[in-house]
């Protein structure tokens, strides 16, 4: 079989410029806006906008909350007078319900938010995973699963990040700045206000600094983890090759190169996240510091209260709580644009396959296909077919037969559109398979591959699959025409039974007939059959083959087959070579003829007598 991978080209630096613009972070937070803020459903933005209000009013009471204490500790020491009249001790409990009420508001608006916050992560994975299928062939053979699921995984994970503490923890932050340095401002001095901003402002350069340092780091650690992954996935996939060859320990010293890669870099992203949050207690530490002795200089001159020296605390510690814990979101936050710029880029991947605008379904009257001088090849430099012409009538069956790399398997890629051909074009009943819709080519081709992989679900579930909503009846009858019924009664749980991870609880020949069940309750019009018995002993092939016969009737089959012994009974073969149509006719003939066909004939006979 012709591998269609291609060598994975290097970015020019037009892709990489591309690729970088598509990550930045504010081009990442231009994609949220739209799932944060859509038309429908109309009760989305209502939401928003009420925790929006609950928000501010939650900050507004935690930056009221000193004046309280405040008003108690100088009613205390009688400094001043009591403030609105209260005594300290009804002060003292007006400080606690204002931190009540701050926290009370502060969880009703996460409340009010959470649906908003679901609805998009479930919006965004779902047109990922849309996307993901629209994807070629070609991106997911050169891509690895494990590799995906990670960048999905992380980048849903990030936005949820980012639609939370975006809005709830860096924009009240800065609300509440703004407030606290107006309050101190007109209740003290500009120079207490000046520190709080030199504070913030040295503080914030640091933590930039640093963060941006550290997101290298934490590039080169998902990286390692995302290679680690993909290394897993694919022995775990690989299960019985890796036992066949009495490979674990190799395995498992591939799997540990890669998680010695990731310890080297998560023990620098850990020894720089000390060093960040060691530097960030100086600039605080030294804030505090000098606001205090400001402030407690001002006790000692008589200008300030005992009130006033625990509010100044008060804030300044009010503050600092939140900022430190910005050094934290901040870096959090840039690591979810990473992991959202992944994902992002992932969604900006085009589909090679698309469909034209307005295109209609194909419509089938009986399932002609022709394939008009079609010309294709994986990679440019090599062209694998070279100018089929072939007609296929309605309701016959015609066999492709040929040598390994021929060009066999790629006609039936290219039928059912993983592919679009390079030159000529493939027609059904005189459509040009280009110019209708995927889904209804799809709806009318039935595949039953060399390898059929099933889910890791139960028997009804994989033969239901052919057809949404099936009956257990549909199921039933389709199975025994496949031959397996009595097969599945047989087995402990019947139509319940776990067929394990691609169906390997079941045998190979076990395994085909419920994928021909499978198609056969998808009922197509067109059938390919692609080496569907290739793998088989003799005994299975024979009656798998009398399953695919029954199959067939009715419907405009092309089978692709290696063994000819199975395509005997085709209306007409058809020999590739190197990608040619080369000889064509009835098995007699062919082997009358005494041409290719006839060569590959007597090779095979030889071979099963021997």
Do not use: C
């Not at 309605?394 to 006609?411: L, M, N, R």
């Not at 397996?484 to 007939?513: A, C, M, N, W």
């Amino acid at each position: 079989m012709t591998n269609p991978a291609s060598p994975a080209a290097q970015p020019v630096p037009s892709e990489l410029s591309a690729r970088a613009e598509r990550r930045s972070g504010w081009n990442v937070l231009r994609r949220v806006v739209p799932y944060l803020w859509p038309d429908e459903p109309a009760w989305v933005k209502p939401r928003v906008v009420i925790a929006m209000i609950l928000l501010v009013v939650a900050k507004g009471i935690t930056v009221a909350t000193p004046f309280f204490y405040k008003g108690a500790v100088d009613g205390l020491a009688r400094d001043a007078v009591p403030l609105l009249g209260l005594s300290a001790v009804a002060l003292t409990v007006a400080y606690g319900m204002a931190r009540l009420m701050s926290v009370g508001f502060n969880q009703l608006r996460d409340a009010v938010f959470a649906p908003v916050t679901q609805r998009a992560l479930r919006a965004l994975a779902h047109e990922t995973f849309n996307h993901i299928h629209r994807l070629s062939m070609r991106y997911h053979i050169t891509r690895r699963t494990g590799g995906l699921s990670r960048i999905i995984e992380r980048g849903v994970k990030g936005v949820e990040f980012l639609l939370r503490f975006v809005l709830f923890s860096v924009g009240p932050l800065i609300l509440e700045l703004v407030l606290v340095g107006i309050i101190l401002t007109m209740m003290f001095d500009v120079w207490y206000l000046v520190i709080v901003a030199v504070t913030i402002a040295f503080y914030v350069a640091f933590t930039f600094i640093v963060t941006e340092w550290r997101v290298k780091l934490r590039r080169q650690m998902n990286d390692s983890d995302t290679e680690a992954n993909q290394k897993a996935i694919d022995s775990l996939l690989n299960f019985e090759t890796v036992k066949y060859f009495n490979a674990e320990q190799r395995e498992a010293a591939r799997y540990d190169v890669s998680m010695a890669r990731y310890e080297q870099a998560a023990l620098k992203t850990s020894y720089s996240l000390s060093f960040l949050n060691f530097g960030q207690t100086v600039f605080i530490s030294a804030g505090l510091i000098a606001m205090m002795v400001l402030a407690a200089i001002g006790v000692q001159n008589g200008t300030l209260t005992v009130g006033d020296f625990v509010m100044v605390n008060s804030y300044m510690i009010q503050i600092t709580v939140p900022l430190g814990f910005l050094g934290t979101v901040y870096r959090e936050i840039r690591q979810a644009l990473v992991d959202m710029g992944e994902m992002f880029d992932l969604l900006e991947q085009p589909a090679e396959i698309v469909d034209p605008e307005d295109a209609p379904d194909l419509k089938v009257a009986g399932g002609q296909i022709r394939f008009r001088d079609v010309r294709f090849g994986y990679d440019r430099e090599r062209e694998i077919l070279k100018g089929i012409d072939l007609t296929v009538p309605a309701g016959q069956t015609v066999a492709i037969v040929g040598a390994t790399g021929s060009g066999k398997s790629t006609i039936g890629r290219l039928l059912f559109r993983f592919y679009d051909v390079t030159g000529g074009a493939i027609e059904i009943d005189g459509q040009d398979i280009r110019s209708v819709r995927q889904d209804s080519l799809h709806r009318a081709i039935g595949v039953v591959p060399q390898d059929t992989v099933l889910f890791n679900d139960t028997v009804r579930y994989n033969i239901a699959y052919g057809r949404d909503a099936a009956t257990q009846e549909d199921v039933e009858r389709v199975a025994r025409d496949a031959r397996i019924h009595d097969f599945i009664l047989s087995l402990p749980e019947g139509y319940d039974t776990q067929v394990g991870e691609r169906g390997l609880k079941l045998s190979g020949g076990e395994k085909q007939r419920v994928g021909i069940a499978r198609t056969l309750l998808k009922d197509p019009p067109v059938l390919i059959l692609d080496e569907a018995t290739s793998a088989l002993d003799t005994a299975t092939e024979r009656q798998i083959q009398e399953a695919l016969d029954r199959a067939g009737q009715g419907r405009t089959v092309i089978v692709i087959a290696h063994r000819l012994s199975t395509v005997a009974g085709a209306d007409r073969i058809v020999v590739l070579h190197q990608g040619e149509i080369v000889e064509q006719g009835t098995h007699e003939a062919l082997l009358a003829r005494e041409g290719r066909y006839a060569m590959l004939w007597q090779r095979q006979q030889a071979d099963e007598a021997a």
